[in-house]
């Protein structure tokens, strides 16, 4: 079994108690063997020795909302409230994707997520040309959970997202007979019903039937804008949550994205459901969605996770971004202290990892857990003085993704000297261009 010695590193372990401590990490294969003071070389038995030189080393972020297939719109979107960018740029964009436009939005935003730290995502794709998007995730060592968007309802919907319900949900089935637990169980899939604007209660019910009988996740988007609810009140005759408690799909597998309109009865259902939150804070406030109640969601007991969601609401999919504003915006409402950067660095972690079902495996550094993890080099301006600092706070508030030097997903080293091992970063900057042009000639 292959060996790795991470050496002399500031480990933040994330554990329950906040550890922080300087020394050496052995992995074995892909998993955490050992945590100690000098573990000494001859722990690894020839294997790779990476010498962290008083590098500060992390869990890998976990983001638990993101469209790759997005990613190729980036800047094609600005400056809309939801319904209208879905509508007029989003969904137009999408219904033109290729084989070959999906794949390489899905690189480009892998490229960036590995620069900047996170190592799991929960993604949703589009439509059509999800398996691209998997050979993407596959190749590049990236561990995701994801799912082919499901879309058989609404108004405004291009013809080539509108889908029959029976053939949503056989699609739907057939990816995740192929990618769930691919790549050594570094894939998973989720049913990814767009939200409750977008599908029928037909299509809800069978999504709720099928991922009871795979045991996989639900991702959807819920209470994100206030039209969306209206649409939704309208329609179904009650607000999102308490709609999809009515038909049964308030469960623990059910993770919400957004979930900022929430009334004190969808919280509760919520909370005793076990359902997980998502927030996205940087597609929140340019879309000028609202503010979700972080503070008084936590405050509850429930799992909340972090994302950037996609890049044409961004326009990144930076975690150290989010982290800044997942505190910040909370702190202009409720004061200084509500959001301090131990809790916002927990949820960038292992928090994401409760939120996916995967706290058992990754979010923490611990012996027998999967290695994914991320070495910052904090040695600059922009972090100093250290002297006495909080390493937290460091993180958290200062840090950003350039200080992002080596990141290891399953073991594996996906980037070094800041660069990313996995994916021909030429290639897939020209692809995109290349790939954008046709698509956008599709739409005329």
């Known amino acids: 079994m292959a060996k790795k010695l991470i050496r002399n590193a500031i480990i933040m372990t994330m554990n329950e108690n906040n550890d922080i401590f300087t020394g050496d990490l052995l992995i074995e294969g892909n998993r955490i063997a050992g945590i100690g003071d000098n573990l000494g070389a001859e722990a690894a038995e020839g294997g790779e020795i990476i010498e962290a030189g008083g590098k500060v080393l992390l869990p890998g972020f976990v983001q638990t909302h993101i469209h790759l297939c ?11 409230a ?23 939005s899905a690189l480009l935003g892998i490229g960036e997520l590995i620069r900047s730290g996170t190592t799991t995502i929960l993604d949703m ?70 939200f409750v604007v977008s599908c029928t209660e037909e299509l809800l019910v069978g999504v709720r039937d099928l991922s009871a009988q795979y045991g996989v996740r639900v991702h959807t988007h819920a209470s994100e804008n206030r039209d969306e609810i209206a649409i939704v009140e309208a329609e179904r005759g009650m607000r999102n949550v308490v709609y999809l408690d009515h038909i049964g799909l308030a469960k623990p597998n059910l993770i919400l994205a957004h979930s900022i309109w929430l009334d004190e009865e969808e919280k509760r259902i919520i909370k005793e459901r076990g359902v997980k939150i998502t927030h996205c804070p940087g597609s929140n406030m ?18 909340v996770g972090i994302g950037a969601d996609g890049a044409p609401c961004n326009n990144n999919l930076d975690m150290y971004q989010e982290m800044r504003l997942t505190a910040f915006i909370q702190k202009v409402q409720h004061g200084p202290t509500v959001m301090d950067a131990r809790k916002v660095l927990r949820m960038a972690t292992i928090g994401g990892a409760e939120v996916l079902g995967l706290e058992k495996e990754i979010g923490s550094i611990e012996v027998g857990k999967l290695a994914d993890l991320q070495l910052l080099d904090l040695e600059d301006f922009h972090v100093y003085p250290s002297y006495d600092a909080d390493l937290f706070s460091r993180v958290v508030y200062a840090a950003t993704r350039g200080d ?5 997903i ?7 000297g800041k660069q990313v091992r996995t994916i021909d970063r030429g290639v897939v900057l020209r692809e995109a261009d ?5 698509l956008l000639a599709r739409i005329g």
Request: net charge negative; proline share 4%; with cysteine.
């Open 434 to 438: 290349k790939s954008l042009k046709s």
């Open 82 to 104: 939801l319904i209208d960018w879905l509508r007029e740029r989003i969904w137009p964009l999408e219904a033109a994707h290729s084989e070959d436009s999906i794949y390489y």
């Open 286 to 303: 340019k879309l000028a969605s609202g503010m979700a109640e972080i503070p008084d969601l936590l405050g509850r007991g429930i799992p």
């Open 410 to 416: 399953d073991g594996q080293v996906v980037m070094s």
């Open 404 to 408: 992002v030097d080596t990141v290891l």
């Open 70 to 80: 997005q990613t190729l719109f980036r800047g094609r979107a600005d400056d809309l």
């Open 125 to 194: 794709e589009t439509v059509h040309y999800t398996d691209a998007a998997f050979r993407a995730i596959e190749s590049s060592g990236l561990r995701a959970i994801s799912g082919k968007v499901m879309m058989d309802h609404g108004t405004e919907v291009p013809l080539p997202l509108q889908e029959k319900t029976d053939r949503s949900l056989q699609e739907s089935v057939d990816l995740l007979t192929k990618w769930n637990g691919a790549a050594n169980g570094r894939i998973h899939y989720a049913f990814c019903p767009r």
